[in-house]
């Protein structure tokens, strides 16, 4: 007796599809970033915000355990075109996010997909983003209305991805990507 996987071949086909787009979105994400850390390194965290997508779209889409990892680490992979230098960055940042996506989804046992739950992972996800930079690109030397603003960027940042991946998700589905 033949056991169905758990990810099927039209699963990885629209995994695959939206991983390509938002890791475009990712790679553009990615050259902007030394940009934005010498002219605006407070808005950094808005930009970070954008690598939730891959995640977001694909649960929104399928609805089913570990499309969200695979989504991300196949956005991560065409990011790393753009910019060949950050691949262990992007895959990092794919593991990172993917992981509380997913970890998010199996603790309601991927049963609850209303938005609440996108919006949950998305704030873990900016509150994690917020500290870690902070420290890692010494941003405490900025003046202190840009370390807030930084602050809650970072994390407000993956919130309003996390919108606009739901929308696109709805839309997908509305068009039959997602036909059980």
């Known amino acids: 007796m033949a056991r169905t996987p758990v990810l099927s071949t039209r699963v990885l086909l629209v995994c695959a599809a939206i991983g390509v787009a938002t890791g475009i979105i990712g790679g553009i994400a990615g050259l ?18 954008s690598h939730v997508l891959p995640g977001i779209i694909a649960q929104e889409v399928l609805r089913r ?36 996506q997913e970890g998010v989804a199996a603790l309601t046992r991927y049963r609850a997909w209303g938005p609440w739950r996108f919006f949950i992972s998305a704030a873990v996800i900016g509150v994690i983003v917020a500290v870690v930079v902070f420290f890692a690109a010494h941003l405490g030397t900025l003046p202190f209305w840009a370390q807030i603003a930084y602050l809650a960027l970072s994390v407000l940042g993956p919130i309003g991805w996390t919108a606009v991946g739901l929308g696109v998700g709805t839309a997908l589905s509305r068009a039959g990507v997602a036909r059980r």
């Open 32 to 49: 902007l970033t030394p940009v934005v850390l010498i002219a605006a390194p407070w808005a950094y965290g808005l930009l970070l915000g």
């Open 65 to 100: 355990p570990m499309v969200a990892l695979v989504t991300h680490l196949i956005a991560a992979l065409v990011a790393s075109a753009f910019n060949p230098a950050w691949a262990l960055r992007f895959i990092g940042t794919a593991l990172l996010f993917g992981a509380i």
